[in-house]
């Protein structure tokens, strides 16, 4: 109280003395009156006092002085002047004051130790300063600053952070309404908890995270530097904090945050007088924290955002429905340390918030996942430090984790899962092919180019491309709303990376990036079969000899499955638009999406759910779901009388009869007009020994009994060698020869869309 009323007398005797003019500096013999300003020497920015638009509150306020609506801040926002006879005193001992036109002490600033000559100097930094004037100014340190106490605005040089010795905790506070600087709801600064963070609250409620500090920059903020800003991040035992430098002086630039709790760094340049908006932290509703309650992932390109993590599921299924996801995501298979455990990757993710966490520097990756593992409470780990080692470990609830859709937040989890789940939702153990970038396969395609679009179907688009190096390539991209195609992705690669033949469209790689599954095949520049055996004019192309040459291509690739890889393969979709064509025309069996390995001596199995298309299923595995070896012999049935006749047998038409197209091939060889179903097209070149045998090869392939169906060994020997042809059985009637009704263009009872290229149809199952 002495030192008060010391100050106060002092006031008394120098309150006489104002400033009308504008000058930067205040001393203890002046004051700033209401109407007068300060302002800094390179003319950039003016303290004073100001009115809010209809206010009769009076604020001391720094504002820039071409942009006198546009203050950076405010000192007494919380105790405002009533009336219009403020005005601004500084000690003889460097303390500042705000009076009333009562001489009512409304606000003061304490210096940090007395000085012998003060004085206050507005900067052209924006900072109001108290110095001492006897100090040398190459070792000066100032007494006060306006910098050590920001309001809403963060200027250039002014630290946002913690100092771990004094306590001091420098954060910006929102207004409280666009023409109410009084401090608002809104806050946003760095909290230290082992690791530092970025905090947006409203009062106690966090509402936007930056993630945590991770070596190079914060987890979940954009990255912040350009052409105009140099970032300075300080983080050692002392003291954390944030701050940014302009490198081109002729623009003008702040951070800010306003009454709606938006963060935004904004620009005015050189000549202009309207700020630009250079970012803001909070892009979509992603950036809201825990937008999709513990234990989710908020995913901005999908619909809804939310999902939850692998081998997790919604808490409440029916608040998920309703899009409300507060309440998170709780484990399908609980937790057992008893028994074994792994970690799945997450990747491109903001790591979560560090709640219940340990953080430990001394510990690589590896050495990491060993300590989650050994705590059965450790629910996932990640890096802590992207340069080095460090080890970041969670135990309870993964809270805020979101995906980036930016290459720039290359940052994974590593969620703990029990081994089956680990299992089922890894997408990468396993794969014996190269991993291609996503950046160079966007590059090669056009980024997916509607121009670079070959093909589509049920597994989604196929797109040509062309890698850096020249090399042409077939992009598979998998549909994002194709469940089943996830597990036709996996089951492909696995597969086909194991086979080795001519007749074999051979697959170079895959991709995988976050919801991204693509499989990376040879280019084949003539596509697929029936995009020339069913078109008017193409199919002119397909002389016979190179009808025969396809056929005995196909025979042969078919053949090395069932036969002479090191698995036994059951391809279960053999038909002609999985047929692709070289820039020879030679045939290569592609699409394994559906085909299932076979161990050991067996030769049957059975499925619940049948896959394939419609037309070129057995009838064993389209009713019953049994398939072997002798439902692909019944599909390459199909595939030689359509190559031969030029006719689909799903939609075949005939003026005499309502049969499909193995039915009217059967009709024909009994009345020995086997030669009719000949392509007309192909008659010129045809050998008429080797139709008749491809016919009849067909029709033995397409019995409706498994038993009277020839296998592949004989298939090729039959083909190839004339004399064996003469000796052949004479066909049964094929399966699935029923008359269907004159309206009726499908097979009895089996009704589904036709198939496109490259397509893969899902049949439904019926109850039998």
């Not at 003319?43 to 609506?69: A, H, M």
């Not at 004085?119 to 040398?136: C, F, M, R, W």
């Not at 905090?199 to 190079?216: D, H, V």
């Not at 979560?352 to 059965?376: I, M, T």
């Amino acid at each position: 109280m002495k030192i008060l009323a010391l100050i106060f007398f002092q006031y008394c005797l120098f309150s006489g003395s104002y400033y009308a003019s504008a000058a930067d500096t205040l001393a203890p013999a002046q004051s700033l009156r209401n109407g007068s300003t300060l302002v800094s020497p390179g003319q950039i920015f003016e303290l004073g006092f100001f009115s809010p638009v209809n206010s009769n509150k009076y604020y001391l306020g720094i504002w820039y002085k071409r942009l006198p609506d546009t203050v950076v801040w405010v000192g007494n926002r919380e105790n405002p002047v009533i009336d219009s006879h403020a005005f601004l005193n500084i000690s003889s001992t460097g303390y500042l004051f705000i009076f009333d036109g009562q001489n009512t002490m409304i606000w003061s600033a304490n210096s940090s130790r007395s000085a012998n000559n003060p004085v206050a100097q507005l900067l052209d930094s924006g900072n109001l300063v108290v110095k001492d004037e006897d100090t040398d100014e190459e070792t000066e340190s100032y007494l006060w600053e306006s910098f050590d106490f920001p309001t809403d605005t963060q200027l250039p040089g002014m630290k946002i952070g913690r100092n771990f010795k004094t306590g001091v905790n420098l954060y910006l506070r929102a207004r409280k309404g666009v023409n109410d600087p009084s401090p608002g709801d809104f806050t946003y600064g760095i909290e230290h908890n082992g690791l530092p963070q970025f905090f947006l609250r409203a009062g106690m409620k966090k509402r936007f995270r930056g993630g945590p500090w991770n070596g190079i920059r914060f987890g979940g903020l954009p990255p912040q530097e350009g052409p105009l800003t140099v970032c300075v991040f300080v983080f050692n035992t002392e003291e954390v904090y944030r701050s940014y430098e302009v490198v081109d002086k002729s623009v003008i630039m702040r951070f800010t945050v306003n009454e709606s709790g938006l963060l935004e760094r904004r620009v005015l340049y050189e000549n202009t007088s309207e700020w630009t908006t250079m970012f803001t932290l909070q892009n979509d509703k992603c950036d809201d924290y825990a937008q999709c309650g513990p234990n989710g992932v908020c995913k901005i390109k999908q619909r809804p955002i939310c999902e939850c993590l692998e081998g997790f599921i919604p808490r409440s299924e029916r608040e998920w429905r309703e899009l409300n996801w507060t309440g998170g995501c709780v484990r399908s298979t609980p937790l057992d340390c008893r028994k074994r455990e792994g970690f799945l990757q997450v990747e491109n993710v903001k790591l979560p918030d560090l709640l219940d966490f340990k953080l430990d520097n001394r510990l690589n990756l590896e050495d990491c996942r060993a300590e989650c593992l050994k705590n059965c409470s450790c629910t996932a780990y990640a890096r802590s430090n992207y340069n080095g080692s460090g080890c970041l470990m969670w135990f309870g609830e993964l809270t805020d984790i979101r995906e980036f859709i930016v290459e720039q937040f290359d940052q994974n989890i590593y969620v703990r899962l029990p081994a089956s789940e680990v299992e089922l939702h890894s997408n990468k153990e396993d794969l014996e092919l190269p991993l291609f970038d996503f950046v160079t396969i966007a590059s090669a395609t056009n980024n997916f180019s509607d121009s670079n679009k070959i093909g589509t179907g049920g597994f989604g688009l196929v797109y040509k491309g062309e890698l850096f190096e020249g090399q042409e390539i077939a992009v598979k991209r998998l549909s994002s709303n194709s469940r089943q195609g996830v597990e036709h992705f996996k089951n492909e690669v696995a597969m086909i990376s194991k086979l080795q033949h001519r007749n074999l469209v051979r697959l170079l790689g895959y991709c995988i990036k976050r919801d991204e599954r693509m499989l990376i095949y040879e280019f084949m520049p003539n596509r697929s079969l029936n995009y020339f055996i069913f078109d008017e004019t193409r199919r002119n192309v397909l002389t016979w000899p190179k009808r025969f040459e396809i056929i005995m291509g196909i025979s042969r690739g078919l053949l090395y499955l069932h036969q002479d890889s090191r698995l036994r393969i059951i391809h279960r979709d053999l038909k002609t638009s999985n047929v692709l064509l070289d820039n020879e025309l030679n045939p290569k069996i592609s699409d394994f999406g559906i085909a299932k390995m076979f161990g050991g001596d067996q030769v049957e199995a059975k499925t619940k759910r049948v896959f394939g298309t419609y037309g070129y299923m057995s009838p064993e595995y389209a009713i019953d779901g049994k398939f072997s070896v002798k439902s692909d012999v019944f599909s390459l049935g199909v595939l030689l009388l359509e190559i031969v006749s030029g006719k689909r047998n799903r939609g075949f038409n005939h003026p005499d009869h309502y049969h499909n197209l193995l039915g009217h091939a059967w009709l024909l060889w009994n009345d020995e007009k086997a030669m009719e179903l000949m392509d007309r097209c192909s008659e010129d070149s045809c050998v008429e020994e080797q139709v008749v045998r491809c016919i009849l090869v067909g029709l033995l392939c397409v019995q409706k009994h498994v038993e009277d169906r020839p296998t592949m060994s004989c298939v090729v020997r039959m083909l190839d060698n004339e004399e064996i042809a003469t000796s052949l059985p004479r066909p049964k009637e094929p399966g699935f020869y029923v008359e269907r009704s004159s309206g009726d263009t499908n097979a009895v009872g089996l009704h589904t869309q036709p198939s496109t290229e490259n397509a893969l149809t899902l049949t439904q199952e019926e109850g039998r």
